[in-house]
Structures are given as structure tokens and as C-alpha cells.
């Protein structure tokens, strides 16, 4: 067959696609009025020269896929194929999936959008991360919003206090789907809090004592499986289960390492996220120890955002166990924190005996104590995150 381009303005190229992504393309570039080719030159152009983490598409059963591109394209985005690490078809399917989702359907009024992910860290420990992803998470569902809690510490502190059992080691778990290595669904994993409070609408994902051992083999997987993000990996579980969610927290360790990484990606503003929906909650003390495990972590974030051209939302700031009887080094403290303006402080939290009350019961905090100053912190975080 001739050339519809004797002049050689394109050259046909011959790959695989799954069927689903050359379905949706089709359609989609009917819907904007475009040719196919058009939309695939325009989809390998912006991977190619946008240098972010992506996800790994799924390119089982990837079947024939032709179209015509400018001469030198193909030859190029194969080049950048390499670089990466990936294969040709999965560098195609990336691209075309990028392009659909920065060129969504005019049919589509209102999209769907993904939940609220909140990453509640600091890597100094007894700060009350724990304490914070519980309290925002049952303000969250106390306001009507379905919301999961991810236990991301294998310390399991936050499983513990909600009477959630922990995941024994070498059972399937959010680190074996974090690794590749996941058997069933993560749904079954996921444990119902039974208060009628939240009715229905607070979930926990329970920590694993395998966690203990994530990092490593997070980087084991990393040197075997060709294309494998390690940052990318909480994301890659627990995308399957954020149709079922408003608000998605992580409880994370007390921890630099490629762990947090990973929480911190998924905490990441996606395409089309509005500033301050998603990011970093910072529980800190009013202590000088709080001040310098703070600049650590900022640093990390700043890192991580400059590695992987990615945004990351600093939601606020949680000062923790206030207790203005401990006199100057507290309250000139609390004073820095508060003069830092960004990220803002988003409540200060007194030491108070409520919390300590609810752990010792197992209880959520908002069930046992409504009415307390701890449980309307925890409410004013949770409305001063979601802006």
C-alpha cells in the first residue's frame, strides 16, 4: 500500500498497546476532534521530555499498534525507552495513558476524583503521629466522609490502640502487594471500626511485622524487576482501593528511608489536584529536638521534589502534648513554630489526659471523648488540612 505521506513527512511505526488504552484512545481523540497520530505524537513528545515518576501500566495481552509519527520520533522515544529502563510497549502505554489523563472527555461534566491523601510523619518518634491519624481520621468519617487509615508503622501502634489485630509476618499484607508479591485482594485485609459514630465509614489497613523489614525488600525487588519505582510502590497497592474512599491517611514510621519516600510520593499533588487537597501533616513537640527532626524531614521532601519533579503540599503543622507549665523552652517554642508561617500550624494540642484514656480502652478518641479539647483539635486539623 502507498504512502498516504510521500513526501515523507511521517513514517509508519508498528507497536503494541492494550486493548483497553487503544480503545480509549480512539474514542477520545474523536472527542477532541484530533487524529489518532496527532495524539499519539503529542502523548510520546510529553513523556519524553517530562521528567517525572510514573506508574507501571499493566501491558498483559498488548496486541498490534500502527500509526504514523514524524521521522526520527520512534527512534527517539526507544532511545528514551532505554534510558528508563522500560520496554517499548510499556514506554507507549505510559505515554497514552499520561495523554488521557491530562486530556479528559468533554462528555464528562463533573470527573471523578481520587480521594484526599494525607501523610501524617516526622521521623522522631512519641511526636503523636499516631494520635493524629487516628483523631483526623475519625473527624473525617464523624463528618460523613469514607476514609481509610493506613497503618504504615510495623510498630502498629495505631492497630493496637484501635483494637485492630496486626498482620502476622509471611501472611499477604500491604508490604507483600507493595513488592509485587500480594495473593488476594487488599480489601480483605481492611478492618471495619464498630462505632456507631462513624457508621461504617472509618477503615483500617492494619500494620504487618513485616513492615519491619520493607526497606530492604523494597530495594531487593528494585534490582530484579526492570522498570520497578520503589517510591512509586505504596501507590502502585493501594490505587486498586481509592475508588472506595474521600480521604486516605498514612500513619507513617519514624523513619528517612525509602519507606517514607514512598509515603511522600503518594502524598504528592497529581495532575489536576487542586494546592493543599493532598500532602504532609507534621506532628511536632515544642522542644528544640522537634525543631531539628523538622528541617530533616523538610529537607527530604524538598529532595525527593527536586529527584522526581514532583509537588509536594507541607498541609501544616500539629504541635503536640502542649503543656505551657514547662515553662520557657515550651512556650519559645511553640512561638517558633508558629513564626515558621509556612507550612501554618494548624492546632496546638495540650497534653491532656483524654488520649491516654482512649488508648488505654482501645477506644477512638472522638467515640470516648467527644466533647473534649483534644477531640476538637483533632476536627480543627482535620477541616485545616482539607482546604
Known sequence: MASPYPDGDREKVASKLPST???????????LALDIQDAVEAAITTWRTTERAVLEVDTTGAKSFSTWLPPGLYEDFKDTCTSRSVSYTQGLAQAIRDWLDDNPSPQHATKATDPERKIVGNQKGGVGKTAVSA?????????????????????????????????EPDHDSLVSHMCGEGEGDLRDLIVEIDDPRFQKRLHVLPACFDGFLLDAKIAVV???????????????ALRPLESDYDVVIIDCPPSLGIAMDAALYYGRRRRGEAAGRSGVIIPVLAEDSSLTAYSMLAQQIE???????????????VVNQYDSRRGYVATSTLNSWKSVGDPRVLAVIGDLKEQREAVRKKMPLLSYAPNSDQAEAMRQVARGASR
Open 21 to 31: 488504552l487503544q480503545q480509549q484512545l480512539k474514542i477520545r481523540a474523536a472527542e
Open 303 to 317: 529532595d525527593l521534589c527536586s529527584d522526581l519533579s514532583l509537588q509536594i503540599d507541607h498541609l501544616g503543622l
Open 135 to 167: 483523631g483526623i481520621g475519625q473527624a473525617y468519617a464523624e463528618d460523613g466522609k469514607r476514609v481509610l487509615i493506613v497503618d504504615f508503622d510495623p510498630q502498629g501502634h495505631l492497630s493496637e490502640q484501635l483494637a485492630v489485630p496486626q498482620i
Open 222 to 236: 528494585g534490582t530484579q524487576k526492570r522498570g520497578f519505582q520503589k517510591e512509586a510502590a505504596l501507590e502502585l
